[in-house]
């Protein structure tokens, strides 16, 4: 598991390949993640969008942006977490993802970015 946290909220992020959904003969290699946001500071926040950064082993990259996070843009009270699966696709066995959410204080309206840590996509089998 990855985590970090940023001004006041943890990220937590844990990964799982998918080889029931990949199909490495056509370069399809499918991931999962799970992720924790956690509000570690005095106010309630609310996950207003998301901005990823995807990387193939192969060199290759692209971008992802977003309303919230699957379909959704939770208020995370103070002390509480939302969690939400997702997943992403690489065209390599290996891969790493990163990127930011912007957040809104609800109590001024203040809009922050939270860093999503960079976090690897393995396929188990070339780990050995």
Not at 32 to 38: F, P, S
């Amino acid at each position: 598991m990855v985590t970090q946290t940023t001004q006041g909220v943890k990220i937590s992020v844990e990964t799982t390949f998918q080889p029931e959904y990949s199909n490495p003969e056509n370069d399809h290699y499918m991931f999962v993640y799970k992720i924790n946001i956690e509000n570690l500071t005095d106010y309630s926040l609310q996950l207003l969008s998301r901005h990823w950064f995807i990387f193939d082993s192969n060199g290759s990259h692209r971008e992802v942006d977003g309303e919230g996070v699957v379909g959704l843009q939770p208020v995370i009270e103070p002390g509480s977490s939302h969690e939400y699966v997702s997943g992403c696709n690489l065209k390599t066995e290996i891969g790493s993802m990163k990127g930011f959410y912007s957040m809104k204080r609800l109590a001024d309206e203040d809009v922050f970015e939270v860093e999503i840590p960079s976090f690897q996509l393995i396929s188990p089998y070339k780990l050995n």
